[in-house]
């Protein structure tokens, strides 16, 4: 009954603590530089993997390869009078890139540049409705977002020429959220401090036995 006892004592302990010392979910921005590093990974392949901070973004083109170039990045398209580091329709086909991420993140801020006031994008997010970016000069256009922004694993961004000449792909800025509570390294010490003092409650708690006689029999008081 003691060791049943100290055991239930034991699963109590370790939950306590384990709940007590777990860290608070953690939320982080990443932005993902097409015309930087980020980009280069991907350049020349219709379908590629980049991974930044622990989280993998993939980007697909629709038709051709993703590109990029000194003046952008974009998609070189399968068909000729393409401008390749643009998303246009230069080729006769409406380019589009599908972005897809590993975990669950809010989609916060896309840069677009090459792109003027008589040109527009369409952006979808994770299936919602169409947003049509207009184009506010040559200089970089940044768009922000706080609604129906939740992105859920599986799901997808897909940006899309519209009108115009096409753009580029820039960069784009993601909140990562840690999903689960991650317990300190703290946790796992007033754990072994807590096992360690049912341990030595358990032993005072054993009664002392005494030797009778020569044999080896144990008595109880």
């Given at each position: ?8 004592r034991i699963?109590?302990v ?13 939320a ?20 590629g ?47 589009f ?18 792109f ?31 609604t ?47 096992l ?11 009664r ?14």
């Open positions: 009954m003691i060791r049943y006892k100290a055991i239930i699963f109590v370790s939950a306590v603590l384990t709940s007590v010392c777990a860290l608070p979910a953690q982080f921005s990443i932005t993902f530089d097409l015309r930087g590093a980020e980009g280069a990974v991907v350049a020349e392949l219709t379908t993997p980049v991974t930044k901070n622990g989280l993998t973004v993939t980007l697909t083109a629709n038709d051709g390869v993703l590109n990029q170039t000194s003046g952008g990045f974009g998609i070189n398209a399968s068909g000729g009078s393409d401008v390749t580091h643009l998303i246009d329709n230069g080729s006769g086909i409406t380019e890139v599908t972005i897809m991420f590993d975990q669950l993140v809010t989609f916060d801020i896309l840069a677009l540049s090459s003027t006031s008589t040109e527009e994008a369409s952006l979808i997010i994770a299936g919602g409705s169409p947003i049509f970016l207009v184009g506010t000069g040559p200089s970089i256009d940044i768009y922000n977002f706080s129906n922004n939740i992105i859920p694993i599986g799901q997808s961004v897909m940006l899309a020429y519209s009108i115009g000449n096409g753009f580029s792909l820039d960069e784009f800025t993601v909140t990562l959220s840690e999903s689960t509570a991650i317990p300190e390294p703290a946790t796992f010490v007033l754990l072994g401090i807590g360690a003092g049912l341990g030595t409650g358990y032993i005072r708690r054993r002392p036995f005494r030797h009778v006689g020569t044999e080896e029999r144990l008595t109880p008081f």
